[in-house]
């Protein structure tokens, strides 16, 4: 719908002041009290941080910092619908009843036409499936019956919840319904996706016949598509509606309505394949679990449903069949970075003896599935065990292949990440059968051949000056410290934000040292030398820079110590001071090199007095450098264990 009118500003206004920003924005993201406000991941860019977006119910204002996105309930609806600011006014005034006039009072009934059209296609498939429900219940409907209270074991509960229902067999049967006793265009029941033109002669046909009929639900709870299994031999097993005004498979997912609340409520969503597998879930009391209608898990859906859980705990319950395996493995392609850096906390829970969830139900308690949940391998373990799953590693080709295939998986792994550490030697561990020595040749072969390789990248390195080299490296032993010595961050703070003894000027780093001061602000982190849980500031930051690909990559090496960095760090006091010291050394080698241009550039003899300046200037940052140079040379006589302060130990840049 597009309006080609103008709105009355007393409308405009009315809308603005009923509008609850709150409600709305709650209907498409998890919200959670924040003091006065509210909070929850930003839908406007694919991001992760489940406080982002801040929602301002004073100000019935909205703003995310890190898009930079904001403004009221109006604009909200405009962004995330790509909809026109005159088509959300006048959705928002039905909403809330406000009277809709216009600049010109005679499109009155033009304008009441368009903004009913979607709400009557909404209203063409609430009755539908009223017809289908009652259906169900009727003569025609007792096999369909039986099938979900008797080898689907469903309870009357479950199928009034989900809205169950049956088509009957006749090919006009729901046409003569909706368009000859209800009086429903015959256009709008077409539009709707529930009848087809017949491919020869005039007239239409019902879409769904004979089948077991499942509606879809939008977010908010209402009918917008539906699944229908055939109860016999007739192809497609399943039959869903076609894309429609209302419908658009790819951004769907079956029960999110039902499921979104206590997805959020236990920070956990389960993935499954088919209806049924999420009907008998939520039947047995795991209300987490949303379906994909048979199809790969996208990433639209994918950042649908990371709005929902903080931890972005997502476990996929896909089949055990070659077909479900294959569909797990491509479930990941749309969040395959955040998967590998461990924001996403991925698994892949396979159920014994190749049954789906709807069938395990059948013969074990939820208690039991929980505890298979709960056993769920992470993604890579899981991948991993399909690599060597039927190998005869004893056979060299079959070795060759798998230890290949597990080093390529691996090499998504961040460089400087503990998953890698760890991967490396669990991977070295399965492919030796259990040799110690073995275990260990493999485990070096691995990290050999993942030495030379950039995580995600296929740029080369830049190359660096040796003074541009020194300084990124004493910059980054700074906020390595900072990150993970809490001990260490009064300190660090009062040389860095207070004394102002140093700055960043990598512009990398300067990002990371201004995003930590923001939580320091924030009340998100502090300078105490013991943290909530280990590495709590870390994984914030973490989460924070894996939504932006460019920055993550820039920062890895801070957020993630390799083995190397920790031995570095090992005596990290010294370590400090080396690096404060030698960023001051950099600093005045720069004032050095600009009081000596200027001097160079200078009519000493016309100004004397700014000839001795420049020359007392050089002479300071020379003695200046001196002394740092010195003290540089005793910080590495400490890290190697020497004694002596010799001048033969300055460090040369």
Same mark, same amino acid.
């Given at each position: =719908?597009?309006?080609?009118?103008?709105?009355?500003?007393?409308?405009?206004?009315?809308?603005?002041?009923?509008?609850?920003?709150?409600?709305?924005?709650?209907e498409? *993201?998890?919200?959670?009290?924040?003091?006065? @406000?509210?909070?929850?991941?930003?839908?406007?860019?694919?991001?992760?941080?489940?406080t982002?977006?801040?929602?301002?119910?004073?100000?019935?204002?909205?703003?995310?910092?890190?898009?930079?996105?904001g403004?009221?309930? *109006?604009?909200?609806?405009m962004e995330?619908d790509?909809?026109?600011?005159?088509? *959300?006014?006048?959705?928002?005034?039905?909403?809330?009843?406000?009277?809709?006039?216009?600049?010109?009072?005679?499109?009155?009934?033009? #304008?009441?036409?368009?903004?009913s059209?979607?709400?009557?296609?909404?209203?063409? =498939?609430?009755l539908?499936?009223?017809?289908?429900?009652? +259906?169900?219940?009727?003569?025609?409907?007792?096999?369909?019956?039986?099938?979900?209270?008797?080898?689907?074991? =469903?309870?009357q509960?479950? #199928?009034q919840?989900?809205?169950?229902?049956?088509?009957?067999a006749?090919?006009?049967?729901?046409?003569?319904?909706l368009?000859?006793?209800k009086?429903? %265009?015959?256009?709008?029941?077409?539009?709707?996706?529930?009848?087809?033109?017949?491919?020869?002669g005039?007239?239409?046909?019902?879409?769904?016949?004979?089948?077991l009929?499942?509606?879809?639900?939008?977010?908010?709870?209402?009918?917008?598509?539906?699944?229908?299994?055939?109860?016999?031999?007739?192809?497609?097993?399943?039959?869903?509606?076609?894309?429609?005004?209302?419908?658009?498979?790819?951004?769907?997912?079956?029960?999110?309505?039902?499921?979104r609340?206590?997805?959020?409520?236990?920070d956990r969503?389960i993935? *499954?394949?088919?209806?049924?597998?999420?009907?008998?879930?939520?039947?047995?009391?795991i209300?987490?679990?949303?379906?994909? =209608?048979?199809?790969a898990?996208?990433?639209?859906?994918?950042?649908?449903?990371?709005?929902?859980?903080?931890?972005?705990?997502?476990?996929?319950?896909? $089949?055990?069949?070659?077909a479900?395996?294959?569909?797990?493995?491509?479930? #990941?392609?749309?969040?395959?970075?955040?998967?590998?850096?461990?924001?996403?906390q991925?698994?892949?829970?396979?159920?014994?003896?190749?049954?789906?969830?709807?069938?395990?139900?059948?013969?074990h308690?939820?208690g039991?599935?929980?505890?298979?949940?709960?056993? +769920?391998?992470?993604?890579?373990d899981?991948?991993?065990?399909?690599?060597?799953?039927?190998?005869?590693?004893?056979?060299? $080709?079959?070795?060759? !292949?798998?230890?290949?295939?597990?080093?390529?998986?691996?090499?998504?792994?961040?460089?400087?990440?503990?998953?890698?550490?760890h991967?490396?030697?669990t991977?070295?561990?399965?492919?030796s059968?259990?040799?110690?020595?073995?275990?260990?040749?493999?485990?070096?072969?691995?990290?050999?051949?993942?030495?030379?390789?950039?995580?995600?990248?296929?740029?080369?390195?830049?190359?660096?000056?040796?003074?541009?080299?020194?300084?990124?490296?004493?910059e980054?032993?700074?906020?390595?410290?900072?990150?993970?010595?809490?001990?260490?961050?009064?300190y660090?703070?009062?040389? #860095?934000?207070?004394?102002?003894?140093?700055?960043?000027?990598?512009?990398?780093?300067?990002?990371?040292?201004?995003?930590?001061?923001?939580?320091l602000?924030?009340?998100?982190?502090?300078?105490?030398?013991?943290? %909530?849980?280990?590495?709590?500031?870390?994984?914030?930051?973490?989460?924070?820079?894996?939504?932006?690909?460019e920055?993550?990559?820039?920062?890895?090496?801070?957020?993630?110590?390799?083995e @190397?960095?920790?031995?570095?760090?090992?005596r990290?006091?010294?370590?400090?001071?080396?690096?404060?010291?030698?960023?001051?050394?950099?600093?005045?080698?720069?004032?050095?090199?600009?009081?000596?241009s !200027?001097?160079?550039?200078?009519?000493?003899?016309?100004n004397?007095?700014?000839?001795?300046?420049?020359?007392?200037?050089?002479?300071?940052?020379?003695?200046?450098?001196?002394?740092?140079?010195k003290?540089?040379?005793?910080?590495?006589?400490?890290?190697?264990?020497?004694?002596?302060?010799?001048?033969? @130990?300055?460090?040369?840049?």
């Amino acid at each position: =719908m597009s309006a080609q009118y103008q709105i009355h500003k007393d409308t405009i206004d009315q809308v603005s002041q009923r509008a609850d920003i709150v409600d709305i924005v709650s209907e498409r *993201v998890v919200l959670r009290k924040s003091g006065a @406000n509210f909070r929850g991941a930003c839908p406007f860019h694919n991001g992760t941080n489940a406080t982002a977006l801040t929602v301002n119910p004073s100000r019935q204002m909205y703003h995310c910092f890190n898009c930079g996105a904001g403004g009221g309930a *109006v604009k909200f609806l405009m962004e995330i619908d790509k909809r026109s600011f005159s088509d *959300v006014v006048l959705d928002l005034a039905k909403r809330y009843n406000v009277p809709i006039q216009t600049v010109e009072p005679e499109k009155a009934q033009e #304008i009441q036409r368009q903004i009913s059209h979607r709400d009557r296609l909404y209203e063409v =498939m609430a009755l539908t499936t009223s017809f289908y429900q009652h +259906a169900l219940y009727a003569h025609q409907g007792r096999a369909a019956l039986a099938y979900l209270t008797e080898k689907r074991q =469903m309870s009357q509960d479950t #199928i009034q919840k989900f809205q169950l229902g049956y088509a009957p067999a006749g090919w006009e049967t729901l046409m003569g319904y909706l368009v000859q006793q209800k009086q429903i %265009p015959m256009k709008l029941v077409e539009e709707a996706g529930l009848i087809v033109p017949r491919k020869t002669g005039n007239g239409f046909y019902d879409r769904f016949r004979d089948r077991l009929m499942i509606p879809i639900h939008d977010t908010r709870g209402r009918v917008i598509a539906f699944g229908g299994r055939s109860l016999g031999d007739e192809e497609p097993k399943y039959l869903n509606s076609p894309e429609t005004e209302l419908f658009s498979k790819g951004t769907v997912l079956f029960a999110m309505d039902k499921a979104r609340d206590e997805i959020a409520k236990s920070d956990r969503a389960i993935v *499954v394949e088919g209806y049924f597998d999420a009907i008998a879930l939520h039947q047995a009391g795991i209300g987490q679990a949303i379906a994909t =209608m048979g199809v790969a898990l996208n990433a639209d859906q994918m950042k649908q449903l990371l709005r929902y859980t903080e931890s972005k705990n997502v476990i996929l319950n896909f $089949d055990a069949d070659k077909a479900g395996i294959t569909a797990a493995e491509k479930a #990941i392609a749309g969040f395959k970075e955040l998967v590998f850096n461990g924001t996403v906390q991925l698994r892949v829970l396979t159920i014994p003896d190749g049954k789906d969830a709807d069938e395990y139900l059948k013969q074990h308690s939820a208690g039991a599935y929980q505890g298979l949940l709960e056993n +769920a391998p992470l993604f890579l373990d899981w991948q991993i065990d399909q690599i060597l799953s039927g190998q005869d590693l004893n056979q060299a $080709d079959r070795f060759q !292949k798998s230890s290949q295939a597990i080093a390529q998986l691996l090499n998504n792994l961040p460089v400087d990440s503990f998953f890698r550490t760890h991967y490396i030697h669990t991977s070295a561990q399965k492919l030796s059968q259990g040799n110690s020595y073995l275990a260990l040749r493999l485990e070096q072969d691995l990290r050999r051949q993942l030495r030379n390789t950039r995580w995600n990248s296929n740029k080369p390195a830049p190359s660096l000056s040796p003074t541009t080299n020194a300084l990124h490296s004493a910059e980054a032993q700074l906020l390595q410290i900072y990150l993970h010595f809490p001990q260490h961050r009064a300190y660090l703070y009062q040389e #860095i934000a207070e004394e102002e003894n140093i700055e960043f000027t990598q512009s990398n780093h300067r990002y990371l040292w201004q995003t930590i001061l923001n939580l320091l602000q924030a009340n998100k982190t502090s300078l105490a030398t013991e943290e %909530p849980y280990p590495d709590h500031l870390v994984q914030q930051l973490q989460i924070l820079c894996a939504e932006q690909e460019e920055v993550a990559q820039q920062l890895q090496h801070l957020l993630w110590l390799d083995e @190397n960095s920790r031995v570095a760090l090992l005596r990290p006091q010294i370590v400090v001071r080396t690096a404060i010291a030698k960023i001051q050394y950099i600093m005045c080698e720069k004032h050095e090199k600009d009081w000596l241009s !200027k001097y160079q550039s200078t009519d000493v003899i016309a100004n004397p007095d700014f000839g001795y300046e420049c020359q007392a200037k050089i002479k300071e940052a020379k003695q200046r450098k001196a002394e740092i140079s010195k003290q540089i040379g005793v910080n590495y006589l400490d890290l190697s264990g020497g004694s002596s302060t010799s001048d033969k @130990n300055v460090i040369e840049f």
